[in-house]
């Protein structure tokens, strides 16, 4: 009696089902009601009273080892064509997911991104704590020069045991900081943008902000001239906003280039008739830009005399409200949903 049932147990520990038929054959022999089980369990009470326990646990081994082999094999043999889909039409949408929207300045720099990818520009990035050293010295700023004010920079009190060059820490003013970044750990040929979000002490209005974001942009090889820069920006300007766009460089000056010149395009709003945004002129600015000084490339410890490079930089925000004719700019950080919901792109 005994071996009969290990040689059960043995048996359905070692089943192996190989279609659902062989498997309902096995649920009849061993588990429904006239099956081995139960016959085995109306067998008990025939059982010699001090035996009787050691059966009744061999036959709760089998119980457990045919169930468990049934509950493991449940689902294997399920087709989809055995789920009943009476009544239900399966070509019916789904429910919509709600998936928000990106920032329209993400957006604009993912654009921005993409643009200057197509000709061979990478991305690099940089700190937005700065030392004097990355965000003014290497850059030709001379020591009196007003941008190093305290009235146009943040300056983050240093602890007592930091020594830092020419001992001040700020926030970056612009992102022009990652140039020089850049200059110390790579070799020419460079062809980079950085963007990334900028401070100045400034006075909060509709065309100013206490924080805003820029893209940098620079090109150091051998004979890089001002015409590269000039056709560089003029295919950004048509690709960024349409292939009518006209641009115009006026002379400027910046520390950290000469020549220098600020850039404007033919105004999106009024296409150049005159409007409030273009102030009458139809045409505005969005970037300053110039070849890189001699002095900033030997700082980056890149010969000028082989070397030669341009560079830009420009406001995010300003090209953003270009784009999306926005005529204030605190509201790309003020996080209105009914402004921020009209934003659906992918890029
Ligand atoms: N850093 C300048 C600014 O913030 C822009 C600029 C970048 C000008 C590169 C020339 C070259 O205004």
Do not use: C, P, V, Y
């Given at each position: 009696m005994f071996e009969v049932v290990r040689a059960y147990i043995a048996e359905a520990k070692s089943f192996q089902p190989s279609s659902k038929e062989e498997l309902e054959q096995f649920r009849l022999r061993?588990?429904?009601?006239?099956g081995l089980l139960g016959d085995l369990f109306s067998k008990l009470k025939d059982v010699a009273a001090e035996e009787r326990k050691e059966f009744g646990l061999l036959v709760n081994e089998l119980k457990q080892a045919a169930e468990g082999k049934i509950l493991e094999f449940k689902?294997?043999?399920?087709?989809?064509?055995?789920?009943d889909f009476k009544?239900?039409?399966?070509t019916l949408p789904g429910e919509p997911l709600n998936t928000g929207s990106f920032h329209p300045l993400t957006l604009v720099r993912k654009e921005i991104i993409s643009i200057f990818s197509r000709i061979g520009f990478n991305v690099s990035d940089g700190p937005e704590i700065e030392d004097d050293w990355h965000n003014f010295s290497a850059l030709n700023f001379p020591p009196e020069h007003p941008a190093r004010d305290m009235q146009d920079t943040f300056f983050i009190d240093l602890t007592p045991d930091q020594t830092i060059y020419n001992g001040s820490l700020a926030l970056?003013?612009?992102?022009?900081s990652i140039q020089v970044r850049v200059m110390d750990k790579q070799k020419p040929p460079i062809r980079t943008i950085c963007p990334g979000r900028v401070y100045r002490n400034e006075a909060i209005s509709a065309r100013a902000h206490c924080f805003f974001h820029q893209v940098e942009g620079f090109y150091i090889d051998e004979k890089v001239s001002f015409a590269d820069l000039k056709q560089t920006l003029l295919y950004f300007a048509q690709e960024m906003f349409n292939a009518d766009t006209k641009i115009r460089l006026r002379p400027s000056y910046f520390p950290f280039t000469e020549p220098s010149a600020e850039m404007d395009i033919s105004c999106q709003i009024c296409k150049g008739s005159g409007c409030n945004v273009c102030k009458y002129s139809g045409w505005v600015e969005i970037l300053g830009c110039g070849m890189i000084d001699p002095a900033v490339l030997e700082n980056g410890k890149i010969d000028p005399s082989t070397y030669s490079g341009f560079a830009f930089g420009m406001g995010i925000e300003r090209i953003a409200m270009m784009k999306y004719a926005v005529?204030?700019?605190r509201i790309f950080s003020d996080n209105d949903v009914r402004f921020l919901r009209n934003f659906k792109g992918v890029l």
């Open positions: 061993f588990i429904s009601k006239k689902d294997a043999f399920e087709t989809e064509s055995s789920i009544g239900q039409d399966l970056r003013t612009h992102t022009s005529n204030d700019l």
